[in-house]
Nanobody
Framework: QVQLVESGGGWVQPGGSLRLSCAAS????????MYWYRQAAGNQRELVAH???????KYADAVKGRFTISRDNANNTVYLQMSSLKPEDTAVYYC?????????WGQGTQVTVSS
């Protein structure tokens, strides 16, 4: 059974940093494009960033220059380094992967940015 487990969320003041981790029990992890999405209360889930099997990355405009996605294929883990955090970054952050015939997600980790 595929499991993705996020960790690293919490409370941080504006301007602070957090690093989220997502450990995946995926065979051939390195072949998957991995995604980070987030969902703020009352809003739809939105794409934050993704990283391909070749480690090409793409970011939402709202986080570009502040967030960095990376992966460690030896440990089946994807990371999201978040810096210069803003109150509008407050959300539940989910990691996952999807494609033809599969759709795997973690349970999410809460990130709260406030003073």
């Amino acid at each position: 059974q595929v499991q993705l487990v996020e960790s690293g969320g919490g409370w941080v003041q504006p301007g602070g940093s957090l690093r989220l981790s997502c450990a995946a029990s995926l065979s051939f992890f390195s072949t998957y494009t991995m995604y980070w999405y987030r969902q703020a209360a009352g809003n739809q889930r939105e794409l934050v960033a993704h990283i391909t099997s070749s480690s090409n990355t793409k970011y939402a405009d709202a986080v570009k220059g502040r967030f960095t996605i990376s992966r460690d294929n030896a440990n089946n883990t994807v990371y999201l380094q978040m810096s210069s955090l803003k109150p509008e970054d407050t959300a539940v952050y989910y990691c996952g992967t999807y494609g033809w015939g599969y759709d795997y997600w973690g349970q999410g980790t809460q990130v709260t940015v406030s003073s």
